[in-house]
């Protein structure tokens, strides 16, 4: 697969390590877990958006853009990745942040990722939970462009077939990675939320032909929804790779049972992941998406689904940055 041929600014620092978490699966007793350090893609403290920001922001000065603008959650990983990556290129940011917790913690509505996206520069509005985002991006794109500015619009989570192609090139790194070591791996597991992350990495697994299944655990939608946006997003991917077909329906599989309350409202069982990556492996997961996929994989460990034997890669999207919004609840 030649992924050279799409335009790409180069910033993550790459390949992320993979790296085995030895006191985690000696505690949970059952398979061997590694775990690929996406929370270490390098810019401003990292994270999962920054490869696929690598092929979007690309094509933003491709197409002479002067300034991006994006969405996402108040503690959005995405927007504060965007505005990092805007300030490297010099170019303009503008954020559209959805109130969807409803929460009035102030370190929740002003620390963590917004006070990152303050300093990197962007400019901010605000909208109330269930603000239908992307037209509002496109109404203030086009207010922007009246005003004679070169606008491009990244989608929420930078999920499109675009950016999904940072995590098709994941795919073939981490297999490379596995080659390179002769490490047999079982499954693959991950976050999956506004599904670049998923799509793009089951098309590059399909597209190699690597015969790893690959979990997604959502965070927001239920399973059907999250498998049908996930597929949807997956099968144009592969069009714009020239594999068209490549991914069946049944290869997408996610599990929601850990979503809890909704998005951004960790369970009980987000903040024991939390506090055991933290206290058993000196890693930092995060209350939003890291820390409920990791609450799915200690229970699908717990109750045998994965076992003894097996050998199961955890792909760590980052996130850390939002626990600073979330301190009350953590402590
Ligand atoms: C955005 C994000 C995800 C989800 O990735 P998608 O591509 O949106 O599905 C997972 N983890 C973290 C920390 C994120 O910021």
Redesign the pocket.
């Known amino acids: 697969m030649h992924l050279a041929r799409f335009p790409r600014r180069f910033v993550a620092h790459l390949p992320t390590p993979l790296e085995r978490m030895d006191r985690l699966s000696e505690v949970l007793g059952g398979p061997e877990i590694w775990i690929k350090r996406d929370d270490c893609t390098g810019l401003s403290t990292g994270?999962?958006?920054t490869r696929k920001l690598e092929f979007l922001m690309a094509e933003a000065l491709e197409q002479g853009a002067d300034m991006v603008i994006t969405q996402g959650a108040t503690q959005s990983?995405?927007a504060r990745q965007t505005a990092a990556f805007a300030a490297r290129l010099g170019l303009g940011c503008h954020l559209l942040l959805e109130d969807r917790t409803g929460s009035n913690d102030p370190n929740y509505n002003g620390n963590g990722n917004v006070l990152l996206d303050y300093l990197h520069g962007a400019t901010t509005e605000k909208h109330p939970g269930g603000t239908d985002m992307a037209a509002e991006m496109e109404a203030v794109a086009e207010t922007l462009r009246a005003k004679g500015r070169k606008v491009y619009v990244i989608p929420g989570?930078g999920?499109n077939p675009v950016g999904a192609l940072g995590y098709v090139n994941c795919a073939y790194e981490l297999l490379g990675q596995c080659n390179d070591r002769g490490l047999r791996i079982d499954h693959i597991v991950t976050?999956?939320?506004?599904?670049?992350?998923?799509a793009g990495l089951i098309t590059g697994l399909k597209a190699i032909n690597a015969g790893i299944p690959l979990l997604g655990f959502g965070v927001r939608a239920p399973k059907e929804k999250q498998e049908e946006n996930v597929f949807a997003l997956a099968a144009r991917t592969a069009d714009l790779l020239g594999c068209s077909g490549v991914v069946g329906r049944a290869d997408v599989v996610a599990d929601s049972s850990y979503v809890g309350a909704g998005y951004g409202i960790p369970r009980e069982d987000t903040l024991e992941a939390v506090r055991m990556f933290a206290q058993l492996e000196g890693i930092l997961l995060?209350p939003v998406?890291?820390g409920k996929a990791a609450a799915g994989l200690i229970d699908w460990c717990r109750k045998g689904r994965f076992k003894k034997g097996q050998r199961i890669v955890f792909i760590h999207?980052?996130?850390s940055a939002a626990l600073f919004g979330y301190d009350g609840i953590l402590r």
């Open positions: 994270g999962n958006k990983n995405h989570g999920s976050a999956t939320g506004s599904a670049g992350t998923q995060d998406y890291s999207t980052g996130g």
